[in-house]
């Protein structure tokens, strides 16, 4: 197996028991490498959602009437 890290190449036996440990952080690595752009996708939906239901929330919510003081 070819791992490539920061542009270099490393080739890996998986078959060799002495590269297990290896094999499984590699297992751990490659994990991440797959959650991480799924969890910003929906840090980046529920963001959007929250936005809009703020402003929704906004313009929902009474409007303060401004007082205005006659000098005398």
């Given at each position: 197996m070819n791992i490539?890290?920061?542009g270099k190449s490393?080739?890996?036996?998986?078959?060799?028991?002495?590269?297990?440990?290896?094999?499984?952080?590699?297992?751990?690595?490659?994990?991440?490498?797959?959650?991480?752009?799924l969890l910003q996708h929906i840090q980046q939906c529920v963001q959007a959602v929250h936005s809009g239901k703020l402003k929704e929330l906004k313009n929902l919510l009474p409007k303060e009437k401004t007082k205005t003081k006659l000098k005398t």
């Open positions: 490539n890290i920061d490393y080739e890996v036996d998986e078959n060799d028991e002495k590269n297990a440990e290896l094999i499984g952080v590699l297992g751990v690595v490659r994990t991440g490498d797959n959650a991480l752009p």
